[in-house]
């Protein structure tokens, strides 16, 4: 998807288990290209000239009934948490459950511990974006060869799925989605408002019309505290001028 000297942002989402496949894409731009399902993406630079980057998640967003709920409480969705966690993550996992909640410096451990496990893989050391929730998240990269992407999906599945997905859905949740909103447009909406990003008058379907049209009158796509409710309900975006990682 390549769009000559125009800001794009594509949305996409982390490959965590409430996930479903349904593909959206959004412009700050009057156009939008056609939605890919593929992770690599051709983005325009500042001064036209196109490169290459990688997301490394999924596109798509969630989408369930008005007000259903992933579990009735923040106890009841870390036991969900529980029957799929690793068995580093359990542990940290128990302990949020009897403290009622996540520690930030347990989230920022599993987060230092991720970035350590990539970088015993092979790759070039890289900073984390990092949102003013306290939210982290992988940059894009530079899309290397298909034997480099591979191994990339393969590592990324390692150091993320198996060590410290549980512990980040347990925290963007927190943080992102207390009332734990099923459908990510509630989850966001609800963000932002908390955040004091929109009025409290802000919504669902305002919110919606909003992202269809990619004509943001109610809030700035560019706002780290709109971004940061994004990234929290595990819908991520990729602006022409966020950071990227060189890992090989």
């Given at each position: 998807m390549q769009m000559e000297a125009m800001m794009h942002t594509a949305f996409y989402v982390r490959p965590i288990m409430k996930v479903v496949g349904i593909i959206a894409c959004i412009c700050l731009a009057s156009a939008c290209g056609a939605p890919s399902s593929n992770a690599s993406k051709s983005e325009p630079q500042a001064d036209g000239a196109s490169s290459s980057r990688s997301t490394g998640g999924n596109d798509g967003v969630t989408s369930a009934a008005p007000g259903q709920k992933l579990a009735g409480n923040m106890n009841d969705y870390i036991d969900q948490l529980l029957t799929w966690a690793s068995k580093d993550e359990?542990?940290?996992?128990?302990?949020?459950?009897?403290?009622?909640?996540?520690?930030?410096?347990?989230?920022?451990?599993?987060?230092?511990?991720?970035?350590?496990?990539?970088?015993?893989?092979?790759?070039?050391?890289?900073?984390?974006?990092?949102?003013?929730?306290?939210?982290?998240?992988?940059?894009?990269?530079?899309?290397?060869?298909?034997?480099?992407?591979?191994?990339?999906?393969?590592?990324?599945?390692?150091?993320?799925?198996?060590?410290?997905?549980?512990?980040?859905?347990?925290?963007?949740?927190?943080?992102?989605?207390?009332?734990?909103?099923?459908?990510?447009?509630?989850?966001?909406?609800?963000?932002?408002?908390?955040?004091?990003?929109?009025s409290m008058d802000f919504s669902i379907s305002t919110f919606k019309s909003e992202i269809g049209s990619g004509k943001y009158s109610q809030f700035d796509i560019q706002d780290p505290k709109v971004r940061a409710c994004f990234a929290a309900n595990d819908w991520h975006m990729g602006l022409q001028s966020d950071p990227y990682a060189q890992l090989w």
């Open positions: 359990k542990p940290i996992l128990e302990r949020a459950k009897k403290n009622g909640g996540l520690s930030a410096s347990d989230y920022e451990k599993a987060w230092s511990d991720y970035k350590s496990c990539m970088v015993s893989r092979g790759y070039k050391p890289f900073e984390l974006i990092k949102w003013p929730n306290g939210v982290y998240e992988m940059p894009s990269h530079m899309v290397g060869t298909q034997k480099q992407e591979e191994k990339y999906a393969e590592d990324y599945h390692e150091c993320y799925g198996k060590k410290i997905m549980a512990i980040d859905t347990l925290y963007t949740a927190q943080v992102g989605n207390p009332s734990l909103y099923a459908d990510q447009t509630e989850g966001v909406a609800d963000c932002l408002k908390r955040s004091g990003a929109v």
